[in-house]
């Protein structure tokens, strides 16, 4: 709640001098409240609807905007409904039969403020770069005197180029006085200003300590909590440099600009949506409001009026409503959900799902799905962040080089110094990592040997902590946790240093003394490596081609105690089936059984026209694209070409796509196709492979970079129809549970903003959707709160990712059901998990007993599995059989395995056959 200083000071004056105070001095507290002082809120034309008038507060943005508001309420005035709801950044706006106050802005993101490579070259810390970059050793010495470095010191015209731009312009500082009391005399004439060109200015470069506490026996650091500054004299003045003081100032980094540049206000109108409010069945229909609590009773309403299957978002279901006007009086269920909208920056969005063809409508927020601005400027941030990181290297690779750092100093007047001795062993630890020590890195600094000042420092979060958190672990105060960095200052002649630019963190600038190649210590295995006692099953998966091949690798598995062979069969390839039985053939009468493995969903990225899986729908990503086609997007982004983890998660989508296992067509050809490979006389079972495309697998949240957002699949119109019905909210409005770029605050003015953010993070809908139930419809038409197990989840990612895996299990046993006869058994590769998509992890083999739904987790009847990968070789594969064997001889002791798998297929079979040559027979073979 706000109140203009001046009435304040009134206020507490005429209370002390027993003056009368006017009427209505104490403000309304929120639009609610004041609502109930207009003279016009009752007896009105149409009903007028105020949605969340309980949370809608002013601030304090403007002193004459308050000002005017306590005029409208001061003297007992009763002001206009009108125009209270103005100074609440509403309008009343008619949508026919029904009034509502609607937000007069709506928050809008721009996905797309420019090129990469034109924010990553904005910024006085990227200038400090590139001018500390290009300086000699000798001037690296100016620049860590107390001097500093001059414009006249410099050689070239980019260094004074570079120079200027890392100086604030205009540069300036603005001077406080203490007070009798110690705190800062903000009394006319005590505060000056000074502003200097940027010529005037010098440039020092300083190193500087921060650190951490530990709590406990916590791995973990905690921060300091920003104990209250070091007291200053009475009568001292102290001088600040201003920021942000114009307009023409230049930005300390990208960010500082981004924030304007990606965030904006616009007029809040009508968003056109999915359902017409003109036409049957919307219009003509009458819903009565009296009784209604909230936005999604409303919606219920309407929805029981038109039989609509029509669901309000669970992020706004909650949201209070205020009826002014005669509640009894029906309005047009058109009108109704037109003023929702409005209320909300809303729309409806349609969803048909493809099979059934039922149309769901959802009250939400922009029709192709809230969050797609948001992960394109994930995308475009991940693209700066590797452009400036790359340049950050750069930068940290020449002053390593060149050995300048050791030079380096800290500022004599700052608060955390250390001492020679203290620096060179905290570098030496820096260097030379001692998990003992070093706990992420910073190297543990005993409290004793910072500097008397720094120790205050100490002592003053101690007392913070204990203020805030009595109860908490306690910390050990005795060590510091400390990281290091070089950053500039400015220097000037009459008001002393000011802080700068960050340059590079210590440990990145030290010269490092050259380190001599160790090969790593791995176990020794000489010798063959003889298998355990006889497990019940010992399966090699090799490539086999052709009848020739499979005597080959049936002669070899017979010497070496092998009793199954896993042949890899294209379901793709119309000729693959009879050339199978071929080799099935050769096996006859030699004890080996024969599985065909059979990749489901994974196919070629770019098929030709005569694969047969050219044609089927491929799994889409929340952008709406397939996977592979996410990947050649984001192929030649600067993310892709310089960020290793940028790389290695979409390196798998360039060289295959998935199928949408949702797809009728896709589940009837795959199931077809399947049944020829199945029907192959004298198979043992059958092995299926890649029946999951990413991301929808497991029950796991979704945790990733925003700059991968787009590598996991499931989001077809039959997936996002049953979460909109089990949850209220659609996929496309969920926003990952990871790090997006790019870094800044997404928070807005709630004054501003309507009661819908559509900037939601993962956490904040989380806390919503733990606020509202979801509703659904029965089979007798009637709308009630759903009822929810205890295993369901309350994490709308969580429970996403939940159905997607339930889903696909259900699709893949149907496909199963079709093709397989039930008495051939079955077993099943696990597909990846999502944390691993860009290595290729082991997959346990599991047997998937007769039924329509997959097995959801391994159990003890998995068999252990061994990858030989392209890059093995004989000492790598003695090792990989080694420990394999080791734990066959431990699964003995404590079965939990019900044998093993060797995959081969990474290599020609002559070259597997030869690297597994270690193995010998079995005992008494």
Request: proline share 7%.
């Amino acid at each position: 709640m706000f109140r203009p200083s001046r009435y304040l000071a009134f206020f507490t004056v005429a209370a002390l001098f027993g003056f009368p105070i006017p009427a209505q001095a104490q403000m309304p507290d929120s639009l609610e409240e004041a609502l109930r002082t207009t003279t016009d809120r009752a007896n009105r034309r149409v009903p007028l609807l105020i949605i969340e008038a309980r949370q809608a507060r002013i601030t304090q943005s403007s002193n004459d905007r308050a000002d005017a508001y306590y005029q409208h309420f001061s003297e007992g005035r009763k002001p206009l409904l009108t125009d209270v709801i103005r100074f609440y950044n509403r309008e009343l706006a008619s949508c026919g039969s029904v009034q509502i106050a609607a937000p007069l802005l709506r928050d809008a993101v721009n996905a797309y403020p420019g090129k990469p490579e034109e924010w990553a070259q904005i910024g006085r810390e990227r200038a400090s770069r590139l001018l500390f970059g290009s300086l000699s050793p000798a001037q690296w010495n100016t620049a860590s005197s107390l001097r500093g470095l001059s414009l006249s010191d410099l050689r070239t015209p980019e260094q004074k180029a570079w120079f200027l731009s890392a100086i604030p312009a205009p540069f300036t500082v603005v001077g406080h006085m203490v007070g009798s009391d110690g705190e800062t005399d903000y009394s006319p004439g005590n505060t000056k200003t000074a502003t200097m060109s940027t010529e005037q200015v010098r440039i020092r470069v300083v190193r500087e300590m921060g650190w951490m506490y530990k709590r406990g026996k916590e791995d973990g650091l905690h921060g300091g909590w920003g104990g209250e500054p070091a007291a200053r004299q009475p009568g001292q003045r102290y001088w600040s440099r201003t920021t942000g003081a114009t307009e023409t100032e230049t930005a300390e980094t990208y960010q500082d600009n981004l924030r304007d540049a990606i965030l904006a206000k616009e007029p809040n109108r009508f968003q056109k949506g999915d359902l017409s409010f003109n036409t049957a069945p919307l219009y003509g229909k009458r819903v009565l409001l009296d009784g209604a609590k909230t936005l999604g009773e409303l919606v219920i309403r309407i929805a029981e009026a038109t039989s609509l299957e029509l669901y309000a978002d669970r992020r706004i279901s909650g949201l209070s409503v205020t009826v002014l006007g005669d509640a009894q009086k029906s309005v047009d269920a058109a009108d109704l959900l037109k003023a929702l909208c409005l209320a909300t920056t809303g729309t409806v969005r349609a969803v048909t799902d493809p099979e059934t063809k039922v149309t769901v409508y959802l009250l939400c927020a922009r029709t192709e799905g809230t969050v797609l601005p948001r992960m394109r400027l994930a995308e475009w941030g991940a693209d700066v962040v590797a452009l400036v990181s790359t340049e950050r290297t750069a930068f940290a690779k020449t002053t390593r080089n060149g050995g300048v750092a050791s030079g380096v100093r800290f500022d004599a007047d700052a608060v955390a110094t250390i001492s020679d001795d203290v620096m060179a062993q905290a570098e030496a630890r820096l260097l030379n990592p001692d998990p003992k020590t070093n706990i992420y890195g910073r190297p543990a600094i005993p409290v004793s040997a910072l500097s008397p000042a720094a120790q205050e420092k100490v002592r003053r979060d101690m007392v913070q902590q204990e203020k805030y958190n009595p109860n908490a672990t306690s910390y050990d105060y005795k060590t510091v946790y400390a990281d290091f960095s070089l950053k500039t200052q400015f220097v000037t002649d009459e008001y002393g240093t000011f802080s700068g630019s960050w340059l590079a963190s210590l440990d990145s600038v030290l010269p490092r003394k050259p380190v001599a190649t160790v090969a790593p210590k791995l176990p020794t295995v000489t010798g063959a490596v003889a298998l355990p006692p006889a497990p019940s099953f010992a399966a090699l998966k090799a490539n086999i081609t052709n009848a020739s091949e499979a005597r080959t690798a049936i002669d070899w598995a017979r010497k070496h105690g092998f009793n199954a062979l896993f042949v890899p069969v294209s379901l793709w390839d119309d000729a693959a089936p009879e050339a199978f039985e071929q080799i099935v053939d050769a096996a006859k009468a030699s004890g080996i059984k024969m599985f065909p493995v059979v990749s489901l969903l994974k196919v070629s990225a770019q098929p030709d026209d005569t694969d047969p899986s050219a044609k089927l729908t491929r799994a889409r990503n929340v952008f709406g694209e397939s996977l592979h086609a996410y990947a050649k997007r984001r192929e030649g982004s600067p993310a892709m070409r310089l960020g290793t983890n940028v790389a290695q998660g979409l390196a798998p989508l360039l060289t295959h796509d998935w199928l949408d296992a949702s797809d009728a067509d896709v589940r009837k050809t795959v199931s077809e196709r399947l049944a020829k490979i199945a029907a192959v006389p004298g198979i043992a079972g059958i092995v299926l492979g890649d029946v999951a495309a990413p991301g929808t697998a497991f029950n796991e949240a979704w945790y990733v970079q925003g700059s991968l957002a787009g590598q996991f699949a499931g989001y077809g119109e039959s997936s996002r129809v049953a979460f909109i019905r089990q949850e209220n909210a659609d996929p496309l409005d969920l926003l990952p549970n990871g790090n997006m770029e790019p870094n800044i605050s997404w928070n807005t003015e709630r004054e501003y903003a309507a009661p819908f953010a559509p900037q939601n993070d993962h956490y904040e809908v989380a806390r919503l959707f733990q606020f509202t139930k979801p509703v659904e419809r029965g089979a007798d038409g009637v709308w009630k709160p759903r009822t929810r197990s205890a295993e369901e989840e309350t994490d709308p990612e969580r429970a996403w990712r939940k159905l997607l895996a339930r889903r696909n299990r259900e699709q893949i046993g149907a496909i199963r059901k079709a093709a397989v006869p039930e008495t051939l058994p079955v077993m099943i590769e696990a597909p990846p998990s999502i944390y691993y998509s860009s290595v290729s992890p082991l997959p346990y083999v599991a047997p998937w007993l007769p039924g329509e739904m997959m097995p959801e987790t391994p159990d003890k009847t998995a068999l252990f599995p061994t990858v030989m990968r392209r890059e093995s070789n004989a000492d790598s594969v003695r090792r990989g059989v080694t420990n394999l064997f080791k734990s066959l001889a431990d699964n003995a002791k404590k079965p939990n395995r019900a044998g093993f798998v060797i995959d081969t297929t990474a290599k020609p079979l002559p070259e597997a056959l030869s690297l597994l040559s270690v193995i010998t027979t079995m005992p008494g073979d």
